[in-house]
Structures are given as C-alpha cells and as structure tokens.
C-alpha cells in the first residue's frame, strides 16, 4: 500500500527496507535491538517521584504527584491514579501547544491501561477515609524529546517514577485525615514492561525510530509483566497482521521484556 | 489442553456456551440523509452508523493528495450508560476513534479518492460491553451501503477470560469482571486483524488461543453483515 | 424577500409556492396535514425513560436518565430537570460534530421552555432531602435523522419518554438517602404539544418538512396543553406576520394539537 | 370583558397601570468606537448597544454572495444580575442572541451589502427583566445611528400576565411571579410582528390580548426611538 | 527600530514624534497632562459596588459582586478576591468576542496586582467562618470605550467601586453562617493610584492615548500607594529603557499619583 | 546608607549573601529536535528551553510584512509546584508569556526576517521562585543556539526586600514572605532593561537600588550564558 505515501516518504520507505534486508537498520542497530536506555530518579525533587528515561534520543521525564481527594462512588475504599501525557512543543517541531490530541491521549490510556492490568499498585492500600477520602496519584508523562517509540520508554519512565515514589502519610483523628510528616514508599508490586514492535514491508523491529514509525505499516506495543504474561496489547497503525505475525510479535516481546526490566531494578 | 475441553457446569452469566456470540442484528440503509447507514445489535448494544463521502475535504489543508483520508468517530450518548455520561467526548472515546480507524483503512480503497474524506460516524445509544467492535461492525456495513469500494469486509469481536476460562464476546458484566478483554477487528478474505487490543492477564498460549478464538467470532459476524447487505441489494456490493 | 436567496433556493422556493398554490404540498399533503407520527417506548432499556419518534423521516429519539443532586439554591425543595439535544452527525451531512450550535440550543431550549411553563413535572415531588438532595432528571434528544420540524418531533419524543420513565426510590434514614430497589413512575401531568406553523409566501403549513423550512419566511411554533391553552410561543426565521397571521397560526395550533396528543396517549 | 375594565384596586408592585410601560431613556451615539450605538435604560435595566459595519466579512466563508450578514450578540455583564454570573455565554444568551437576529434582519435592507458583515452587540450592564426587548430597542436606534438603510424601526415590549390580570412591560418580579410572559418585537409602519415568544400559560384570548397590548406598548416605544434619533440628528435618518 | 512598522503606523509615528518635539502632543496636552477624568459611582445598583470612569473618551465600568465561598487551602482564615476583565466588544473594532486575550488578562492582572500589593482590602476581615466561608469579591473591569490608557482607568474604577461597596452582614449561628438584613461598608484602607508612562522616541508622556498606545516604544505601569511607596511595576512594549529611564518614569508617577488620587476622594 | 552597609548577623534562608545568586546552571543545545535549546538551573528551579524558527508563519493572517513575529510560552509542568497543578495555561502563565515577548524582543533582528515566526518555548520542571528570570536566561541562550542574530543577549533575575533588608536573586520562600519582588531583565552591551515588574511596597529609592542590584546580578549571569554557549561552540554566535 505503499501508493499511499508521498514521494519523500516513499524513498524513506525504500531506503530503509533495503537496509532491513540486509538485517541491519539505519543506525546499525539489528533488527531486534533496543536503542540505549539510561534511567535517572529522583530528578525532580518537589514531586513525589520523578524519572526521566533516554531511550536513544527519545526522552522523557515522568513526575508523580500524590494529593488526596474523593474515590469513585464505584470504588469507595480504592485510591485513585490518573495517567496523563504532554507532548510537549519542544520536544518536536510537529508538536502544537494545546490541549492533548489523539497521539498523546492514546500515550497516556497504553500507559495507563499498563499500570492497571498489571496492578501495579494495590490500590485498595492508597484508601484513607473509606468513601471519602483516598489518595490521588497524577502520573504525568512529559515528552521533552521525541525520536520514536514513545509508548516503551514512557512505561519504563512511568514505572521508575513510582517505584521511587514516597506518599505522604496521614493518621486518622475523630474521623478525621491528618496529615503527619511521615513519608512512607508507594510501593510497586509488578513491573509490565511495554514492548513496541514494529512491521516494515515483512520485517518486524523493534523499538521503532521516528523514521521507522514514519513508514511502518502496522506497529503492535505487547506490554509483559514478571511471569512473562501479557498484561495490554495494542495494534495501531494502518495495516492487518495475520495471527502468525501476531504470535511472532508477541514472542519477540516476551523475549525482549526481561533485558528492559533489569534496567529499571537496576536504576537504584 | 484446550478450553473447549475443559468445558463443564459452569456456565455464563446469560447462559451462552464459552464460544457463543451473543445474539445479534445487523440492517442496513437506516439513516436517509447519510451516504451509508447500518444499525446493529450485539447483545443490548444498540449502535447506529453513518457514512458521508467519498467527499471534498474540508477543511482544505487536512486533505491528502495522494488518497481519501478516513475519519471516524465514537461517541456515546449521554443516556447510553449507568449513570449518565457527558456528551462531550472522553479521552477514551478519542482513542477508540482512533483505533477504529485504523481497523478500517486497510479494509478501504482510499488511494481511489485522492483530497477526498470519508466520514463514519458511530454512535451509541446503548452500551453493553463491546461497543467498540460492534460499531466496527456497523461501520463497515454502512461503508458498503455508501457504495464505498472495498478489499474486505471488517468484522470485529472480542475474546477474554472470565473465572480462567476462556471465553467468547464479552458481554458488560464478563468485560468488568473477567481477567481479560481481547477486542479484534479481522478481514476474512485477506485473513488480517486490523484491531488487537487487550486488557488484563493473559498467558502467551492463552492469548493466542483468544486471538484465535475472536477471529471464529468474526467470521461468523461476516456471514451476518453479508446477509444484512445482501437483505438490502439482493447482491453483496462488493469489490471482485 | 426572495431577492435574498441564491439562485437553486429560489427555484426550489417558486416551485414549493407554485404548489402551494394549488393547496397541495411537494410530498402530497394538505397544508394542514402532519406527517405520519410513530412512537415506541422503552427502547433503551438501561435509561430511565425513552421514545423513540419517526415524523416522515425525521428520527428522534430521547432518553431519560435521573440520577441525584444538590437543588438550585433559590429552590431548595424542588427537583431539577435539564433538557439537552444533540444534532448528532449521521442525521445530516449539514451537522458537525462538536458543541451545541445555535439551533440545536434553540431546540432544547423550547422543548424545555414547553416542559416548565405547562408544569408537566411536579417539582416539588422530586425533592428527596430538601436543601441537600433531590432527583436530576436529564431529557436528551438525540436527533438521528433530519426531514424537517425537529421541535414538534422532539417534544413529542421527551413527552413519551417522561411519561414511560421510572425514578429509584430513596429512603431516608438517619437524615441519609438510602437507595432503595424499588422504582415508581417519575409522573406526568400534562402533555403540552407542540405544533409548528411555516409561513411560505402567503401560506401557511404545519409540520414543515426541510425543504420547506429551508424556503420559509417564518414559522411559528406553539405549544398547546391539554385544556387548549398556549404555553410556549416561539417564532423564528427572518419575516415579520402580522397579527391576524400570528392568529391564524395559533388557531391552527390549537386544533391540530389533541390530535398529535392522542398519539402520545394512544402510543402505549 | 376586556382587561380595560377589571382595573380596580389591585396595584402593580411598581405603582404602574396594567398598560403603562416603565420610564425609558434611550440615548443614541454614545460610543465613540462603535459605527453607531445607543444607550436605553427601561425601568432599571441599563444596556449599551454597539454596531459594527457594514464591513467585510471575516471569516470569508461565512460571507452570503447575495445580502450582508447580520450577527448578533446578547450579552450579560458579571455583575448585572444577582449572585455574580460567570461572563461565559449561556445557552440561553445564545437563543436570544438569535432571536434578536430574526427580529432585526426583517428591518434592514441587507440585500444591498452583499458579502458584508453588521454586527450588533448588545450589553446588559444591568437586568431587570425584559432584557431582550430593551435590547432590540436599543440595538434599533444604534443601527439607524450607523447609517444602516432600515425598512422600519423594530421596537420591543413584552406583555404578560400576573395575578390573573394582563399587563403590559412586566419587571424583574412581575416576570418570574407572573403566569405568562410575552416578549414582542413590532415594525410600526409595516404593521409585523418580527420577536414572538411565550412562556407561561395563557388562553387563546388571553394570547391575542398580550400580542395587542405589546404591539400598543410597541408603538410608544416607537415614538421614543425616534426622538433619542432626532435629538442627535434633527431630522430622522430613515428610508423614505 | 521605527522599520519595524507598517506605512501607515510610521507616518502617524513620525508626525507624533513631531507634535511631541514641540512640547506638546496631538490632543493638545502638555507631555504630563491626564485627560479629563470623570467618576460616577453606585451607578449600577444591583452591584454591592459600581463606578463608571472616564478617562477622555476611554469609558471603563466596574461592578462589584461580593458573594460567599470557600477559602483557599492555604489561607483559610482569608476572604478571596478576583479581578477579571473583559473587553466588551463595543469598545472597539479591534475587539472581538471570546475568552480573555493577552491584553485583558494583563489589564486584569495589574490592576489585582495592584489591590493587592497596596493590601488595599484587609482579606482577615472578609472571613466569615475560618476554613468553610469567606466572603468572595470579585471585581469585574467593563471596557465601554477603548481610547488607550486602560490601566489607569481602570485602577481608578476599581477602587472606587470597592471604596463604595457594601458587604451583606452574616452572623453566626450554630456554627452555621445566617444572612442578615445589614449591609456594610467593604473598606478600602489605601488608594494605590496607576500611572501609565509611555516612551515615544525620547520624549515621555503619561496616560497615553490609544494613538500613542499604538506608535510607543515601551510602556511602564507605576502604581503609586497614599504614601509615595511603589506597589506595581509593568513593563511593556518591545523596547528597553535604561535605569536613567525607569527613574525618570517612576518619578513621574510619584509626582502624578496624587493629582489622580484626589478625583477618587472627590468623587463622592 | 546603602543596604551593602546594613549587612549584620541576619541571614538569608538558603545562607546566601544578600547580593549573592543562587548557584547557576546553564547548558545549551540539549533538544535534539528544537532549532535552539538550552537547559537551566537557578537554584532549585529547572527549566528546558526550545527555540524553532525562523520558519513560515503558520497561521498566515498572523504574519507580519516587515518582521518576524516572536511567539513565546511559558509553561509549567503539572508536577513542577506543589500541590500539582493543572497542564491547561493559567492567567498567569498567559501574563508571564506576554512579558517574556517582550523581554527578548528588542534583542533579536525581527526585521530580518519577514512573514516568519520565531517560537520560544519554556518548560518549567521544577519551580522555586523567579521560574520567569530563570525561563527568559534559558530562552536567550537557546535562541543563540538556534542561530538566530541577536543584538545582544538577554540576563534576567530579581531583587527584592525581605525582613526590611533588600537582596538579590529572590528563592521561593523569600518571594512569599517577603514584602517586594523585582524581576528584571537587562541587555549587558546595550544597557536596556527589557522586563521590568514589581509587587509589593518599596520606596522609590528602594525600588532604584532594587533595579540596580537586579542588574548587577544581570551582569553576573550574562557571562555564565556566555560561558555555556562557548562551552558549545568554542567562539560565541554574536552579532559583531
């Protein structure tokens, strides 16, 4: 369907599958080869954690802002996390000022519908005051620079920021929440590591650059927890996989969580 | 060992068997003032669908030169959930109009309307687990209806895991209660899924097996959208 | 003041009168008759309420949903009904998907306005815990196909789906709303109906169809309850009537009226 | 028997006769920005009106190839009415914002600025029922302020009922005690009706008495429009 | 930097420049010369407060609305106050309706900016119940007519709107906040008086006309408090000044601010 | 008697001297993608500044025929204050983005480039009082980076009073207790103040040591700017 493209893209598109053919990509990585991760915490002080994550030039800083507020009449005796994305303009000359748009929403619901498959944080341990008062946890992902592969780098982000994450503690007083100096850690139970792969003519990579996401056909983001289950799937892009593309995508995935885990334990 | 052995006592909250569909109803050319138009029921969910174009997009700068662009759109009516929801779209409802777009376009011959658009709108007026493959479902039957030509049809419905059996389209309670929720879009002829989408704990072995499991659903959803089609113009509008 | 139309609305305009002329219409019927009207009740089983309303090929269809709230400051005793339409984008290539517009505020607007002036609900019925608590009742009208006349479909549709609506019932206890399993009738007192009239160079029509509310130079809309009496008014589009026109309408819309009530009446 | 001789004892909360209107002061030409403008008050509602053009439309699309367009405004200051009210639009300052439209477009020549814009602003600096007719009637002498070309002049009153009794120009209380309102729009010298609105409950007869006494309502405030104009301008700038 | 400018602006530039080399400007005033100022006060009656300024033909209107609400978390035992503004869209052609734009959010800032750094209302005395409810005011800025110098304007409006104001009188029952019949005075303790200096070439001029507004290099906002003390500064415009500059301007204002003072005491 | 003579055993918060900055950080080019960029550090606050352009306006009707239109942001991360705070721009914001235009406007030849924009962005990570100093010395320096002729650079702090004492650099506590806050911006070679507000309650000789002590530290600044950008290019970019 390469007709649909324009002509610059298309030469891209030509470009960058002859290179895959040869096994190798662009910037000499192989085909299954994860661009460089490194992970700092604790960089933003006045939040209750933060982790800024490179993955190539790819970067982004994820602060956590715990605060407290009312449950969701559903759940009355569970806390409450909200995930939320900013493409921030800096971080590309395609990214506008404004409210978030349809990329940066489905950045944000991937990362999110991650945290909560996986149940990464016991939010039954985040209630206060049953039906009252509970803690809110804000995940907020900041993109300072984009080059590919947003979704695998802002999950690890995410997950490091938390693990780091202290909440602050309240002790209860005639019914009533006081806040205390204490800090005690979040805690994370599980740590689903979403992994992005990408199809390209008949080649599948992963850890897509901006240039690979830019002509790929379809891209399949498999999010993996400890045991190697799969928590979230995620197809986008414009193409059909078949199912045996599918198993693959998911093979490799699983395969290649463990190595990206081991860097967030491994960030302490 | 397999879920269709282990199958035993238990049974769904409807009372459907593990690989059951719920009962559902396709018709299309309902609405006379879009191009296309479908409704459908899949169990409770109560779906219209409404197809304008191929058309001259507007605004200007948003047209390709090279092919039809897609748009499509979710949206839920307020009084389509328990309790009443904004009109306003949600964040989730942005991104299903998303997916669904992308489980479509591969479906369509958008190269053929060069700085044209396409527009689906989906709307439901009753929600029950499944909304998003049964607008999937809509759509395409209301494509076909607007005369749009086609690779494919798109047929989509969802596999999961509830009490660790594996099960087929979720209805609303197995969606909330379930381990995992597998929404896919596939095209039976060319044998391709263009939505895959999941939520929950599932094992590699198990997740295929729901990969497999939904693509079932979807083809007999595409004998049924075939039918409504074929309800309406005696023969199925369909690309050769 | 056809001057002020473009050439194919002017056409359109001259062939309408033409056949007006001749005490016909376009599609067959007398300037005094309705469209055929079909309602069916309780089509969306989750909400509280619903009709769903064919006028010709104008399609409406209204949900009831009722939930609970605090009470307007200046009546703390009294329930709170919201009436709201959607011109939904499948009903017209004309709609855009996006906030309200001027005429689909216009039409809640009076669909709302006829609902409070004929008293159809009694507030003071929905006060649960006065001051604090008491039920919301949202009228969505949910316009699915456009032919014209949106307002008589549409409070036809709201009267049908309040008068099928059923409300939770609460009990208090301790000074608290305790829901109860029970559900009763949410009641309706009367049933103002609505008749609009367009005015097409010097005749008049009920129930416009699109074509002729495109080509018309006013239309007056009357809402009538059950005694005869008149308890909304609202005219629109861009010619002044005189007063024996504004008669003229309303005497029309006194006496289509019951026969449109009895559809309401008879639809169960 | 005609309200005229129920007239007893029963006194209006202001002390007016049933068919008296309240003092009005309507002044033209007050700002000096605006192409034209006015300034009324009518009881103790103040409003300004500012008109704008005729002048190019923008955006370009909205243009009509054969007549100007007229927009209009309605609009409430934060602190004209009690508590506070956010400067937002509401729904219903959208539908008197276009219903004013109605009762203005019959009054002017559009059709002789086509591809044209006028745009009418009204502002209630304070609200004490009646607003939209005050409205029309200031945002008539801003337009003839303007040097628009009028048809006529459109004065406004409501006439409604309360205590079983009909009165004319009801008052902030009169209005939501009231059993009925009825705001009227009327060109005097082509004898239309262009503003008809009503909330309440009213006989038939009882209708066609309010639409006759606001149109009496409407003929005096005629005369005052025309004054506040010849006051500035000597001779009234009008049609012949 | 005059090539900056279109033909039009440089030529209205170049014969102000002109004018003002002469010692005098356009209008006839002398380089520290106001326009006529005139207050009316109470002129919106349905306000606690209101006054009606006009600076020359700039026409401002301030209401004030004083209502009850929560405090803010960290100063719980403190009335809140709000400052908007709004450019009607009479005022001006350049005006259009819509949310604030940068040019009314700056007037509204300044002139709270203002209020507040003066501490002209004591906000401890606007508590009614510490933690629960406060008295909130909020002064609304009404721009009739804009004829440059909106600041200074405005300042005055507000303050003497809130020198006018009456606040609804709570007493304390039960711990519950009751209304009362009374009303009293809001007090206004200090009168902080704006004064606008525009730099024009080399010359400088106070309260700018919209014309000078329009060709003027930079723009400097000194409010000035009953002592002679400097409460706000406001920097606009795309030039620099020199600290030779600022103080030239500053004194200006201290030397000004008395004079502008006066019309606010005389007002009533 | 000048404040440097005042000096006792009174301390600053954070131990500085009165007319001492907080330690400074600046790095430029750290954005792969931005034309321009530059990262700060000004005692707590951390702040990441993106330059693109110049380009094409985009919008076209915002362009101007004779010079470059300079469009600047300032943003605050949701998690950069405590308690978070909303993405959506502030008043504030909106306020501090205007005076940060005009900040680095007289700074740059707008006039070489017409119909363009010039796009400053600045992200504030983490604030601790003075973020719009710490945002208009990142912004100059990613504007340099960027390319873009600069008649000179851009050096921004505050001075204030606290405790009746004046002092340099105010941090986040001394900018709420304290009772003034003069943010100032300065071009060293041209010897303009550019940005220039105050709150708070100073005396006019107070309010002119002020601007003079926020120069010096202006100053100070200005070759730490200088410095990054050597640090980068080995030679500064500077208009000769």
């Known amino acids: 369907m ?15 599958q002859e290179t895959l053919a040869t096994g190798k990509r662009m910037d000499g990585r192989g085909l299954g080869d994860y ?126 920021a938390l693990r780091g994450a202290m909440k602050p503690v309240y002790k209860i007083e005639d019914d009533e929440a006081v806040l205390t100096e204490k800090k005690e850690p979040l805690k994370v139970r599980k740590l689903p590591v979403a992994v992005t792969i990408a199809k390209i003519g008949e080649s599948f990579v992963v850890d897509p650059s901006a240039d690979e996401e830019e002509v790929m056909d379809a891209r399949l983001t498999v999010t993996v927890d400890d045991d190697g289950n799969i928590c979230t799937l995620q197809k986008s892009g414009s193409e059909g996989l078949t199912l045996d593309e599918i198993k693959k995508a998911i093979n490799i995935a699983v395969e290649k969580a463990p190595e990206i885990r081991a860097k967030i334990t491994g960030s302490e | 060992m397999s879920p269709r052995k282990k199958k035993t006592k238990w049974e769904r909250i409807d009372g459907r068997e593990w690989n059951e569909l719920r ?5 299309s050319g309902v609405l006379p003032n879009a191009d296309g138009s479908a409704y459908i029921e899949m169990g409770r969910n109560k779906i219209i669908a409404g197809v304008f174009g191929p058309k001259e997009m507007h605004p200007k700068h948003l047209a390709k030169p090279h092919m039809a662009v897609l748009r499509c759109r979710y949206h839920m009516a307020p009084f389509s959930v ?54 999937i479902n809509a759509a395409t039957v209301a494509l076909v209806d607007a005369g749009i030509p086609m690779r494919d049809l798109v ?27 597998v929404p896919l879009a596939y095209m039976p002829k060319l044998d391709k899924v263009t939505l895959l989408q999941m939520d929950g704990t599932l094992s590699t072995e198990e997740m295929e097996e729901c990969v497999g499991l939904a693509i079932e659903g979807c083809k007999q959803i595409y004998e049924m959208q075939r039918e409504a089609l074929k309800k309406k113009y005696g023969i199925e509008k369909e690309e050769p």
């Open chain 1, 2 to 16: 390469s007709s649909r493209y324009g002509i610059i893209p298309r030469l891209k598109r030509k470009k960058i």
């Open chain 1, 35 to 160: 661009r460089e991760i490194s992970i700092r915490t604790g960089i933003i002080e006045k939040a209750e954690g933060s982790a800024e994550v490179y993955l190539g030039e790819t970067r982004v800083l994820v602060g956590i802002k715990i605060g407290v507020g009312a449950p969701f009449e559903d759940t009355p005796d569970e806390g409450v996390l909200v995930c939320n994305a900013e493409f921030v303009p800096v971080a590309s000359p395609a990214f506008e000022p404004g409210p978030p748009d349809e990329k940066s929403i489905e950045l944000a619901r991937v990362v999110d519908r991650g945290l909560r498959s996986a149940e990464v944080v016991d939010f039954s341990k985040l209630c206060i005051i049953p039906g009252k008062k509970v803690y809110v946890v804000h995940v907020d992902l900041y993109i300072l620079n984009h080059a590919g592969n947003l979704i695998d780098a802002s999950a690890v982000a995410a997950l490091a």
């Open chain 2, 23 to 27: 009962p559902i109803r396709i018709e």
């Open chain 2, 82 to 135: 328990d309790p009443r929801r904004s009109p306003a779209p949600s964040r989730r409802d942005n991104e299903i109009s998303m997916v669904m777009r992308y489980a479509l376009e591969p479906a369509i011959f958008l190269e053929r309307y060069p700085r044209s658009s396409i527009d689906v709108y989906t709307e439901v007026l009753q929600a029950d687990g499944g909304t998003r493959c049964a607008c």
């Open chain 2, 155 to 181: 047929a989509a419905c969802a596999a999961g895991k509830i009490d660790g059996r594996l099960i087929l389209d979720l209805g609303d309670y197995e969606d909330k209660k379930g381990q995992a929720d």
